[in-house]
């Protein structure tokens, strides 16, 4: 069979529709009624139906039937836009009344399963629809927040290219012929016990499917095929750090940090602010640590009592969210990485380490100003390593966490999440090796694309081939659809039960909010349908595995109390792993004589002499991590997520090699803008060839300040090219370079520019704040030493702008200097921003109480520019994506940007992110110069757009000095794919073309809340109405409320001296304003 | 009092100063000469090349516009940081060209410049054409045009009105009222020649829709009395819109709060740059005309040097807003303003700069020199210079200022796409479109007027007003 050629025509759902409607009326009844004869039907029936089963020997109830079934088959073609209530029952999280009222949204609790760990979400739902995706304040993986692809989850869920029939080889199928196709051939493999079958999944970390698959019960894979054998890949695996743990205690553990009570951070090449599992977690606790030394109080956590604003150093290659607001950053190469952690563990004491090469001077000092720093803060201090880092690295993490005493601190161990915790790669390649040597009769690949993601030299798609039977479960017709004999549609996580573990173990509940759209199975029901004698649906199996291993004992009827609780919850109470005990660090594994474990031997301890710069002659080092947006590809056909900024390079749509300043001149590379949008959409890049050990590959390149020198970064993910009408051919495929030698980074690289340009749609290509302080920043010092630095640092410099350009203004200022000097005498007010104070001949309007006066802060020194804001507003909002061309030509509609500037030199700069929504200023010049009056004040305070009045002149966006306003240049909304309209927001309306939009604070929010409060017959309080990008913000960064109100979170940070108005000196008065960035740099290292 | 004549003053007093008109005509061979232009039968061969080529641009027009209003305005380079590109820098433009014919018909003829008669009718003309073109413009920018009317306060349903505190619907005023008094003006100053042309038509055709278009004008002592009250409080109303409209126009940048539009210059250095432009106009299609239709005679030398030297003065105007609005941004310490003006000069668009200050500043100063200004195609070649100067200045203007504003983050660029040229180009073939329709169907130099050039008319004026005088107690 392996010799069979099958051609594997796109399958497409649309085929068989129209096949279907290609028959007249006549024929068409005919048609089903021979249908009706087949076997399969029967099986069908059978399987479906059991209770009508029977009535099917009754010529009278099958007539019935018939009518039935030409019923549903008509309604099939409008199953997208009439959503059914899922199977099994869900619980509201939110207190509302009983049932569901028209018009009001529900909020249902549920978790994202990314990678194997899962973020707690709860799901706002209209009318059975889910609109909109929020994080669970409940849940320790989210604690309300949400990143970027949870948020972009919702579009993918309604994604008209989802796959929407079972195909066999390309051609539409039934359900129950799959079945029964399935089944006969797992009939012949379970005579020989199993062997021949191998399942391929991603990283499981759920405890039912877990159960379904290796558990020891009647229905499991392991008890009906015990020589079958489950493997798991992922390409974001972090292989090395269970590695890394088994190097450092000899068993599989997992690490939970505490950054709520660490002071010190040293992270080794890992952006910790960013990991799938607890990111979102971490930056709260992170930032919160940050804003709360900020505000000078006493922090008393468990552990200890400290007070200070936290420290961080970075060592990584590619710029990270979290490089970016580190106080420390080292560009690095990964490779050199190891030698700092094994000088930093040489320089805290570590026993038994292998000595480090020397290091440079610079980089010596380095290490030594934060071991004495890190030993300043014994026990509240954590090092963190990367997962892209070789085992050796978390190790050395593990035993410098030991010897500082933070384990039990802010450190703990606990039971790996994962169900079966494994060397993914490793396994990878057995399975490889088997099909190779034909040993796979039936191949099941439940989730994930391992055509695409497999490193290159295993050629897996080769020995795929080798399998005879070959089965797909995904969401999309992907490359691996594409090279299976069966494909079925999966069920989105927001169609099916599932259950998932989170960072700390703890588990979640997956429920659904909305029937499968397009008739998707979860692999749970797969696995139940071809191995369980009777197939059960998703709800039984995840229900039925919790009635039996429910964390406590407990009875029937409490089950159902509880198991509806921690739907409500979602999550399941006291499932997180208790810390374990009795960990002892080994002291073998890293002997001076010890060999160095094998995978780390292509990193090349050879390669880590730091000082000594590489000609351009000699290899480079490649790097290869997960896109930030398109994650390892699967969310390539999201149109959000593509269009998005990357967080630092300000990339859309593509992706690219990232190169330093450096070692693009040395390379003779370069990058411009182009005409059309220019610094602001356009970006003309040099093409390179990287050749990496034979295998070869272009790509347009990028120069990213803040890159490790001699180096290349390249993210896979895309390149993808059976994604969908989205992803499709949208930039070019790293994982071509990837070889499991050489997963995450390696060695030999070779570039060779080529005579080519490429168009890349970046949002910003200009780094520098010439000199204008949009983002104010400072140092924690130095506001200690003085709350006002800032406003007296920018008279200053106001003050020498002025004396420098005209020297007749020298008098005048030294006067206002000197006056300032002798007086002391200004007002009280001056503490806070004094251009945000009124100046006008008119009297103002007044926005007191009992009206709400509507104003938001963002906390520049909180904000890590992960960009889930703008996802979220996009969501919130009904923002329609416009494609790379239109980004290029500088016409992206996002509501809400992040900027990102840089401070100092290109080699090492201080990387800001400044979100800018909508600055709802009290002197708006928008207002004054529309002809039509379509940007109007509200009562409290709101400048508001009335989308149905403008004309289109664009005169506002001319007069917004923020650039905050958007326009529809084409008719940007989509207006006519059926999916995507259950998804948007009703509360928002869809803006036609020429039309001019922007932030309104989330308006209908805002009245929500009003009309809410109002029915409680109480005045609006503080929490009451969150923005949608507020909401999102792991980092809490985002506060709004009402000024009026002077307890609000709001009206305080606005009292604090370090709020400022963004270009408030055109007196504006804008309603958003910011709280400078802090930052706290090491006096020590003042110089890096 | 004295016995000096009202009129024609200068040909009498300063006879070494060339005439208007070249001697040896008669009252019936002025009319003669510029009536047979729209008489006679047949047309020149250039006039159908010249319409041909007009007409091309103006399909390119139509073509541009349909697909404007089926796609939207992105099909246009604008985007964020720039929102307005040519649309407007060719409405600014077209607007200014239009200022030269109220300019000369109307304050021209209150301050008695007699020179003004033969080139006032295509002057006018050319401003009514200009003004139809500007309007194009701010119509068809809008991001949904087919609400246009919404900037006009009438009574609706809604009770909505305009936001009167905007610019552009000061602008609104400002043209429409310009281009009815400018199209009055025009329509008044026809009326003679009109009964001219009825008289004088062999078709059936000519004479009804000439003689409608007369409205019954006899020439008698009454009819004559009344037109010139008309014509004078009609160039009355006209004056003051010449400085008004495009004052106004210029508001749409000084009220902005962008840097290198916020500025108290704009007005008066905006009219000035209109006037400039609006003669530069006036001489492009004059030296053709003169030299086609032979008409050196009426168009002489004379006016020609006239316009080069309001050329030279206005763009001397010009370049000293040039001058004053560099000045400032340093002079007023503000670091938003310095940027701007040195991006101007040094940033990304930098050619278009200092190719605007070569064309508006430096070609004009050849006309200091008298051989330049009486040399027909030096005044011509200056002329197109300064129009493309003009253009260049209103382009600096809006793209310059827009596209690095206050925010770095947002600087961004704009570039022009096949269709911002097809609409600008388009816009140009309208115009002359209407003018070759124009020459070839309405007299393009005023019969009645170059009439009371001649010698006759002027003995008579004169004795008529002397003998006025005399009954004055």
Redesign the interface.
């Known amino acids: 069979m392996s010799s069979m050629n099958y051609s594997f025509n796109q399958p497409s759902a649309a085929d068989a529709v129209q096949r279907l409607t290609a028959r007249s009326g006549k024929e068409y009844w005919r048609g089903l009624e021979e249908f009706v004869e087949t076997e399969s039907f029967q099986e069908l029936i059978r399987s479906q139906f059991p209770e009508h089963a029977a009535q099917w020997s009754n010529a009278l109830t099958r007539r019935q039937f018939l009518c039935l079934m030409g019923a549903s088959l008509a309604l099939a073609g409008v199953a997208g836009c009439s959503p059914q209530p899922p199977v099994g029952k869900i619980m509201p999280y939110v207190r509302q009344p009983e049932g569901m009222t028209l018009g009001k949204p529900q909020f249902y609790a549920t978790a994202m399963d990314r990678g194997g760990v899962a973020t707690g979400l709860l799901v706002k739902s209209h009318e059975g629809r889910p609109t909109k995706v929020e994080g669970n304040p409940n849940h320790p993986a989210s604690l309300g927040a949400t990143d970027v692809f949870a948020q972009a989850t919702l579009l993918g869920l309604y994604d008209p290219d989802r796959s929407q029939s079972i195909t066999y080889l390309g051609q539409p199928r039934g359900w129950s012929s799959a079945q029964l196709a399935l089944r006969k051939a797992l009939e012949a493999i379970r005579k020989n016990n199993g062997r021949g079958l191998r399942i391929l999944t991603e990283t499981i970390s759920s405890p039912t499917l877990a159960d379904q698959l290796a558990g020891q019960r009647k229905g499991s894979v392991a008890r009906e095929f015990p020589e079958a054998k489950w493997y798991q890949y992922e390409p974001t695996h972090g292989d090395a750090r269970l590695a890394g743990a088994r190097l450092a205690f000899g068993e599989d553990i997992d690490t939970v940090y505490n950054f709520f009570a660490a002071e010190v951070i040293v992270s080794l090449d890992a952006d910790f602010l960013a990991f799938p599992a607890a990111g979102l977690r971490y930056t709260r606790d992170f930032m919160n640590r940050r804003a709360a030394a900020r505000d000078a109080k006493i922090i008393t956590s468990n552990e200890t009592t400290q007070s200070g604003m936290n420290r961080l150093y970075v060592a990584e290659c590619m710029p990270t969210i979290t490089g970016s607001v580190a106080d420390h950053k080292l560009p690095l190469r990964p490779s050199e990485i190891q030698n700092l952690a094994r000088a930093l563990a040489a320089e805290l004491g570590t026993a038994d380490i292998q000595p480090p090469e020397p290091l440079a001077e610079s980089r010596k000092k380095w290490v030594a100003a934060v071991a004495k720093d890190l030993q300043r803060h014994r026990g509240s201090s954590i090092v963190i390593s990367g997962n892209g880092q070789p085992p050796i690295v978390h190790a050395l993490a593990h035993a410098m966490n030991n010897v500082l005493g933070n384990v039990g601190r802010t450190v703990r161990y606990i039971e790996p999440i994962e169900a079966r915790p494994t060397e993914q790669s490793g396994e990878l390649r057995a399975l490889g090796q088997e099909m190779q040597a034909g040993n796979v009769q039936l191949l099941l690949i439940l989730a994930g694309n391992p055509v695409f993601t497999t490193p290159a030299d295993l050629e897996f798609e080769k020995h795929l081939q080798n399998v005879p039977l070959r089965v797909h479960l995904g969401l999309y017709t992907d490359e691996t659809a594409a090279q299976c004999h069966w494909h079925i549609p999966e069920a989105h996580f927001l169609e099916s039960w599932s259950d998932a573990r989170t960072f700390d173990g703890s588990v979640s509940i997956i429920q659904p909010l909305i029937a499968p759209l397009y008739g998707g199975r979860s692999a749970h029901e797969v696995l139940s349908a071809l191995v369980e004698e009777a197939e059960r649906p998703g709800h039984e199996l995840v229900r039925s595995y919790w009635r039996k291993n429910w964390p406590r004992k407990s009875n029937a009827t409490d089950f159902d109390w509880q198991w509806e609780k921690s739907l409500h919850d979602g999550m399941i109470a006291e499932t997180a792993f208790a810390p374990k005990q009795g960990l002892k660090l080994r002291l073998d594994w890293d002997k001076p004589t010890a060999a160095r474990s094998t995978s780390t031997n292509s990193l090349g301890a050879s390669q880590t002499s730091a000082n000594s710069a590489q000609p351009a002659s000699e290899p480079l080092e490649i790097v290869f991590q997960p896109d930030p947006t398109v994650f390892d590809g699967r969310f390539a056909n999201n149109g959000w997520l593509q269009e998005l900024p990357k967080p630092i390079t300000k990339l859309t749509w593509d992706n690219a090699a990232f190169v330093s300043p450096a070692l693009a001149e040395k390379l003779g590379l370069s990058q411009t803008?182009?005409?059309?949008?220019?610094?602001?959409?356009?970006a003309l890049v040099d093409v390179v060839e990287l050749t990496l050990h034979g295998r070869t590959l272009e790509a347009p390149i990028w120069i990213l300040p803040g890159h490790a020198d001699d180096c290349v970064t390249v993210h896979y993910g895309y390149g993808r090219t059976l994604a969908g009408k989205v992803g499709s051919g949208v930039g070019f495929n790293a994982y071509q370079l990837r070889t499991s030698e050489a997963l995450n980074f390696g060695t030999g690289l070779t570039i060779r520019k080529l005579d080519k340009r490429f168009t890349l749609a970046c949002t910003?290509m200009?780094h520098?704040?010439?000199?204008?302080a949009?983002v104010r920043e400072g140092s924690f010092d130095e506001f200690v030493a003085n709350p006002q630095f800032l406003e007296a640092r920018e008279t200053e410099e106001h003050r020498r702008?002025?004396r420098e350009?005209?020297p007749g203004?020298g008098a005048e200022s030294k006067l206002a200097e000197a006056s300032d000097a002798d007086g002391g005498s200004k007002p009280e007010q001056s503490k806070l921003d004094s251009r945000l104070q009124p100046l006008s001949l008119y009297p103002e309007y007044d926005y007191g109480p009992p009206k709400n006066k509507w104003g938001m802060s963002i906390d520049l020194t909180k904000c890590t520019g992960c960009s889930a804001c703008v996802i979220a507003c996009q969501a919130e909002n009904n923002i329609p994506v416009v494609g790379k061309t239109?980004v290029t030509?500088?016409?992206e509609m996002h509501w809400v940007?992040v900027?990102?500037?840089y401070k100092g030199d290109s080699e090492n700069p201080a990387t800001y992110f400044?979100p800018?929504p909508c600055m709802q200023c009290e002197n708006a010049?928008c207002e004054?110069?529309?002809?039509?009056?379509a940007t109007v004040h509200s009562a409290d305070g709101l400048n508001d757009m009335v989308y149905n009045?403008?004309?289109?002149?664009?005169?506002c966006?001319?007069?917004c000095?923020?650039?905050v306003?958007?326009?529809?240049?084409?008719?940007y909304a989509d207006f006519h794919t059926e999916s995507l309209k259950a998804g948007r927001n009703p509360e928002v309306t869809i803006r036609?073309?020429?039309?001019?939009e922007k932030c309104t604070y989330c308006v209908q929010r805002i009245r929500a809340g009003q009309i809410q409060a109002e029915l409680a017959g109480r005045s609006i309080r503080d929490g009451d109405v969150e923005t949608a990008c507020q909401q999102a913000c792991p980092a809490r960064a985002i506060v709004f409320g009402d000024m009026n109100d002077t307890g609000s979170e709001v009206a305080k940070q606005k009292a604090e001296p370090l709020n400022y108005g963004?270009?408030a000196e055109?007196n504006t008065r804008p309603r958003t304003t910011y709280v400078a960035s802090l930052r706290n740099p090491n006096p020590e290292l003042e110089s890096t | 009092m004295s016995d000096q004549p009202l009129h024609n003053t200068a040909q009498f007093s300063t006879p070494a100063e060339p005439p208007l008109i070249e001697p040896g005509y008669t009252f019936a061979s002025v009319t003669d000469k510029i009536s047979v232009i729209v008489l006679r039968k047949g047309t020149p061969r250039g006039w159908w090349v010249g319409l041909l080529i007009s007409f091309s641009l103006v399909s390119l027009l139509l073509y541009a516009v349909s697909y404007l209003l089926i796609?939207?305005?992105?099909i246009w380079?604008?985007?964020?940081?720039?929102?307005?590109g040519f649309a407007i820098t060719n409405f600014v433009w077209w607007i200014g060209i239009g200022h030269a014919g109220t300019l000369i018909s109307a304050i021209l003829l209150l301050l008695h410049q007699e020179w003004r008669t033969s080139i006032n009718r295509f002057a006018e003309a050319m401003t009514l054409f200009a003004v139809a073109c500007a309007g194009l413009f701010?119509l068809l920018?809008?991001?949904?045009?087919w609400?246009?009317y919404?900037?006009f306060p009438y009574p609706n349903t809604m009770k909505?009105?305009?936001?009167f505190?905007?610019?552009?619907?000061w602008d609104?005023f400002a043209v429409s009222t310009y281009f009815t008094v400018s199209l009055l003006f025009w329509y008044v100053g026809l009326v003679p020649d009109m009964a001219t042309l009825r008289d004088r038509s062999a078709s059936r055709f000519g004479r009804i829709a000439y003689g409608v278009l007369a409205m019954g004008w006899r020439g008698s002592a009454y009819h004559w009395r009344r037109y010139e009250v008309a014509y004078l409080i009609l160039a009355g109303l006209a004056t003051p819109l010449v400085v008004s409209v495009h004052t106004v126009v210029s508001f749409?940048f000084a009220?902005?709060?962008?840097p290198g539009w916020h500025s108290t210059i704009f007005p008066p250095y905006f009219v000035a740059g209109a006037i400039y432009s609006g003669f530069a106009m006036v001489l492009i299609l004059a030296i053709p005309l003169r030299a086609f239709y032979g008409l050196e005679d009426f168009i002489t030398q004379r006016h020609l040097e006239n316009m080069g030297k309001i050329m030279l003065a206005t763009g001397l105007i010009v370049g000293y807003g040039y001058f004053m609005e560099a000045f400032m941004a340093?002079?007023g310490?503000n670091?938003?303003d310095?940027?701007m003006a040195i991006n101007r000069a040094l940033g990304?668009y930098w050619p278009a700069y200092w190719a605007l200050l070569a064309c508006n500043v430096v070609a004009p100063q050849v006309l200091w020199f008298k051989r330049a200004r009486s040399h027909v195609a030096v005044l011509f070649v200056v002329a197109c210079i300064v129009l493309v100067g003009m253009w260049l200045e209103r382009f600096v203007i809006i793209v310059t200022s827009?596209?690095r504003?206050?925010?770095?983050?947002?600087?961004?660029?704009?570039?022009p796409t096949f269709w911002d040229w097809a609409t600008f180009l388009g816009s140009i073939g309208l115009f002359f479109s209407l003018l070759f329709l124009f020459v070839r169907f309405l007299p393009m130099i005023s019969i009645s007027e170059m009439r009371t050039l001649l010698p006759d008319a002027n003995a008579e004026q004169a004795a008529e007003i002397k003998s006025d005088l005399t009954k004055l107690p």
């Not at chain 1, 520098?768 to 204008?772: C, I, L, P, W």
């Not at chain 1, 036609?992 to 001019?996: A, D, I, N, Q």
């Not at chain 2, 504003?405 to 570039?415: H, Q």
Request: charged letters at 15%; one cysteine or more; a positive charge.
């Open positions: 803008f182009g005409s059309s949008g220019g610094e602001h959409g356009e910003q200009h520098s704040m010439e000199g204008r949009p702008f002025q350009l005209v203004r239109e030509r500088g016409r940007r900027d990102r500037y400044q800018v010049p004054l110069v529309c002809p039509v009056g009045r403008c004309v289109g002149t664009r005169y966006s001319n007069n000095p923020y650039k306003r958007r326009f529809n240049f084409f008719e036609s073309r020429g039309v001019m963004l270009l055109l | 796609a939207g305005v992105g380079g604008i985007n964020i940081p720039v929102g307005w701010p920018h809008m991001g949904r045009p609400f246009f919404w900037m909505i009105w305009p936001q505190r905007s610019p552009l619907i609104v749409d009220v902005a709060n962008v340093w002079y310490g670091q938003y310095l940027y990304p827009l596209h504003d206050y925010l770095p983050s947002s600087w961004g660029m704009y570039s």
